[in-house]
């Protein structure tokens, strides 16, 4: 059965990081593309960053140059460092497999003051 479980999410202030963990089950993670997307209040659900199966990342504009995607397959876990964050990155965030095409339950990110 496949798992994808999230952490790290609370409350931040503008400027701060967080860095966000998903730790997969019931799959060969290391064969899987990992992605994480956001959805904002009120707002259809967004790509954030994506890693492959050889390591190479993409970005979405917004967040390009303050996130980072890694993957440590010997742990089977997925991370989002979140650098110089700011209010407009409040969301909840989902890890989503690829191959499974399966999403996480989400944790939620506050920035504010």
């Known amino acids: 059965q496949v798992h994808l479980v999230e952490s790290g999410g609370g409350l931040v202030q503008p400027g701060g990081s967080l860095r966000l963990s998903c730790v997969a089950s019931g799959f060969t993670f290391r064969y899987s593309g990992m992605r994480w997307y956001r959805q904002a209040p009120g707002s259809e659900r967004e790509f954030v960053a994506t890693?492959?199966?050889?390591?190479?990342?993409n970005y979405a504009d917004s967040v390009k140059g303050r996130f980072t995607i890694s993957r440590d397959n010997a742990k089977n876990t997925v991370y989002l460092q979140m650098n110089s964050l700011k209010p407009e990155d409040t969301a909840v965030y989902y890890c989503?497999?690829?191959?499974?095409?399966?999403w996480g339950r989400g944790t939620q990110v506050t920035v504010s003051s």
């Open positions: 989503y497999s690829v191959t499974q095409t399966y």
């Open positions: 890693v492959d199966t050889d390591g190479s990342t």
